[in-house]
């Protein structure tokens, strides 16, 4: 606050409605010398009618004039008295007055009276000042009743009465002020100011009131002191200026509560703005200086900044302390010299400190003047201690910051040029602010929790190292959002299919935090365990789908109120030896294509409903795709913008993949880079896959009729086969894969038959030999029957039931998908130096 004097007159109103007392001058014997303009408004009387006469003819019952009577010589001995009564007005009525009467002595010894008035329900504008504060009257009590300082000056604005009240509150000794101008008794702008809000109620007889001002204290007294003061006119009985009185009252304690209170509202705009701790720290120093401290600095234990739980205070003795970093820090002075550490750097804290006492009890220390002698605990702290006394600390707080019992960590406030010691309200404050900080710094600690553990969950869910196999090169982005509504659920796979093809999966749960985090868990597995049963992308869709349901389903006992589990899905399965890619989508934003000439497309893909819902079924659609294209699958979070539409973050997809001259990697990088908000307000997932082919040398095909007696022809081409690309070695275990996987269609290929066993079969029917060298080496059997064939555990003595266990045992793994005019059993085998 400056030091020139301020005016209420013109701003904004205060809380609480004032008004200006009635002022009367009165002489030893009780007559009227003075009379003001507010007091011919309160009693109707002017100047020439009361001027001259005795005030008790105001009073209206024998009580109060013989109340006023002995009120006249108590305050010559005690200085002032108040009381309520009731005056007459000049229209005869009565009026209900609160009164209070002030001593004024002189240098002759005669003593004369100050009588202040306002009516009963109207506050004195010196009253007014002591409960606008009142949020804050618990922290910063303030006396029900305020001694007030009176001053009369003459027209040439000299001293010539004075209470003893005053000169205990502006500092100005009785003897220099009688018979001086104020410019005399205390030269400085502050006076010339206050000398010209004199003189203006002198020349319009208008009362100024709520002129805030500091009081002239001698330069040894540390602190300073705020009154506000009221001016009004006296005029004699012919209505001339007789002078100026000059009403004040200390208002420091409830002008700093303003001053605090409005510091607390700042601390609910201004700290916890973000959920970064760090901030959060920085946000509360920068709050409390200069107007707090003149240093400030905010410690944090290290745990807080990981999102984990501190412990409640300090290990036990003589064990280690939790390490602690400097996590926010201000100054008065630029660079804040004062501190020896930096801020993320640990900082020190010596056993023997206050700062390891607030840590164990939880409790402030308050230390107004600071011990900086020999023998205290900076004896072990000699690089607070040198800084301490380098900059003159002179005053020290160390409030410990916590939230649900525990310390999260401590404030440090301390005062170099600022004079004034801290005060018990200034500790209340700091305390009220380090509560308002641990809320923010506790939300944000849950918050790093939550999202550290959301991370680690989609760690361990997401393919760890995602490979295209055969069918394509892959890379992928993700970029967890970085918002107050936590991660997302986005999800990603790969996933290798018999034959070198591969599944592409890209989906998104609706919601954010732990929950989508763990929905998304389920929805991965879910997606897994339906693609290894090869089925086409529409039914896992579909199948997807139900389990979604029968998962809102189990929720509802538990969570009868919550909302129905949503997902968006796209699946797609490339197959390299076609070159030809199916996909089927769930409400997910459709795929875009880059083909080898730079060209990008979104194909036309029919939308279906998000997961969950159970409302349409879903359709596949059969792409063919020249070997290196490029397939894009990716999150809304890519595209999307609260402020376009969709089709803006389409077209620049679009353009972000069409950037010539880049690898696979690179390209996912710069795409992601180019649509991604900052921050991002969602999830962001990525993957591009690069098509590859199968050459006609990788692949032999046959086709044969469903009789017995091919079963050694197929062996043999399959051997012809296995010779030409140099894999003696797996010759005579195809044989025997082949050999059964086609006995057992030729007796199951009508369709009638489940498992081993005998049937009827036509030669109208044929079934096919396919052999696929990739990484490894697949053999595909496919006839026209539907039955799902499956390994039984034949006894000793059965003749038959042996060949597909006898295939699983030759084979990595095996298995059947349905294709639309029948099914395909196939069998993988290694390669050398394969997967």
């Not at 053999?779 to 026209?784: K, T």
Request: proline content about 7%; aromatic content about 4%.
């Amino acid at each position: 606050m400056g030091r020139s004097a301020e005016t209420a007159v013109g701003k904004a109103p205060a809380a609480v409605e004032t008004v200006c007392p009635a002022i009367a001058l009165l002489d030893a014997q009780g007559t009227v010398v003075g009379w003001s303009q507010v007091a011919q408004q309160l009693v109707g009387y002017s100047a020439a009618e009361m001027v001259g006469r005795s005030a008790d003819v105001l009073l209206v019952a024998a009580d109060d004039r013989a109340k006023a009577s002995r009120a006249l010589q108590e305050s010559t001995r005690r200085g002032c008295w108040s009381d309520l009564a009731q005056v007459r007005h000049r229209d005869g009525r009565s009026i209900d007055v609160r009164l209070r009467v002030s001593s004024l002595p002189a240098h002759d010894g005669r003593d004369w009276w100050v009588v202040c008035a306002t009516d009963r329900v109207s506050p004195l504008a010196w009253q007014s000042e002591t409960t606008v504060a009142e949020p804050l009257l618990a922290m910063l009590p303030l006396p029900s009743r305020l001694p007030i300082g009176v001053v009369v000056r003459d027209t040439h604005l000299r001293c010539i009465r004075a209470n003893d009240a005053q000169s205990s509150k502006d500092g100005i000794p009785l003897p220099e002020r009688l018979g001086r101008r104020l410019t005399e008794a205390a030269p400085g702008t502050e006076a010339e100011t206050l000398e010209a809000v004199m003189r203006q109620v002198l020349k319009s007889g208008d009362p100024v009131i709520n002129v805030y001002y500091q009081a002239f204290l001698p330069g040894n007294v540390r602190g300073s002191r705020i009154l506000t003061a009221a001016y009004f006119r006296l005029d004699d009985a012919q209505g001339r200026p007789l002078g100026v009185c000059v009403v004040s009252v200390d208002v420091t304690d409830s002008r700093r509560a303003r001053e605090r209170l409005a510091v607390l509202g700042e601390a609910s705009r201004r700290i916890g703005t973000t959920l970064d701790v760090m901030q959060t720290a920085e946000e509360l120093a920068a709050l409390t200086v200069p107007f707090l401290a003149d240093y400030a600095t905010v410690d944090l234990a290290e745990s807080v900044q990981h999102g984990e739980d501190p412990r409640a205070g300090l290990c036990p003795r003589h064990e280690r302390i939790p390490v602690f970093r400097r996590a926010g820090l201000a100054s008065i002075h630029p660079g804040t010299p004062e501190s020896p550490f930096a801020r993320g750097e640990p900082v020190l804290v010596p056993p023997t400190s206050p700062f390891a006492g607030v840590l164990s009890s939880g409790k402030s220390h308050f230390e107004p003047k600071l011990d900086t002698s020999p023998g205290t605990w900076l004896d072990h702290d000699p690089a607070r201690a040198q800084k301490i006394r380098e900059h003159a600390v002179h005053s020290l707080m160390v409030v410990p910051i916590q939230a649900q019992g525990t310390v999260l960590g401590m404030a440090v406030f301390m005062r170099t040029e600022n004079p004034e010691p801290f005060e018990e309200g200034d500790l209340l404050l700091a305390e009220e602010l380090a509560s308002w900080a641990a809320l923010a710094l506790d939300n944000a600690r849950q918050y790093v929790h939550e999202r550290c553990a959301v991370l680690a969950l989609q760690r361990l869910l997401y393919p760890h190292r995602p490979t295209g196999g055969a069918a394509a090169d892959v890379a992928w982005r993700y970029l967890p959002a970085d918002s107050h509504r936590g991660i997302g659920g986005d999800w990603f796979d790969v996933i290798a299919l018999p034959g070198g093809r591969v599944a592409l999966v890209v989906g998104d749960v609706v919601g954010h935090g732990i929950n989508a985090a763990a929905k998304m868990g389920q929805l991965r597995t879910a997606m897994n365990t339906l693609a290894d049963m090869d089925l086409p992308p529409a039914e896992v869709l579909s199948r997807l789908d139900e389990q979604v349901m029968r998962l809102t389903e189990a929720e509802e006992p538990r969570h009868p109120a919550g909302t129905t589990m949503a997902a968006t899905c796209l699946y797609a399965v490339y197959d390299p030896v076609t070159r030809t890619c199916t996909m089927a989508r769930a409400g997910h934003p459709p795929p875009a294509v880059l083909d080898p000439y730079g060209h990008v497309t979104f194909p036309d893909l029919p939308a279906g409903a998000p997961l969950g819902l159970g409302l349409v079924p879903f359709e596949s659609v059969t792409l063919e795709l020249a070997e290196g294209s490029v397939l894009a699958l990716y999150t809304d979070g890519l595209i999307e913008a609260r402020d376009q539409d969709i089709s803006v973050g389409m077209n620049r997809l679009r353009a972000a993949l069409a950037l010539p001259g880049l690898g696979l990697d690179d390209l996912c990088s710069s795409t992601v880079d180019a649509l991604r908000a900052t921050p991002p307000s969602d999830d962001v997932t990525l993957l591009l896959a690069q098509t590859r082919s199968l050459s006609a040398d990788q692949v032999a095909s046959w086709q044969f009729p469903s009789v017995p007696a091919v079963v050694s022809r197929a062996r043999t081409l399959a051997a012809r086969q296995l010779s030409q690309w140099g894999l003696e070695h797996l010759i005579d275990s195809t044989e025997l894969i082949v050999s059964e996987l086609f006995t057992n269609a030729v007796i199951h290929g009508n369709g009638n038959g489940e498992g081993d066993g005998n049937c009827q079969c036509t030669s109208a029917r044929t079934i096919s030999l396919r052999l696929i060298r990739h990484e490894m080496l697949t053999c595909e059997v496919s006839d026209s029957s539907h039955s799902h064939p499956l390994v039984r555990h034949a006894r000793a003595t059965d003749e038959h039931g042996r060949g597909l266990f006898l295939v699983a045992q030759l084979s990595r793994r095996w298995g059947t998908r349905h294709i639309p005019d029948g099914k395909i059993i196939w069998a993988d085998q290694r390669l050398p130096g394969g997967a």
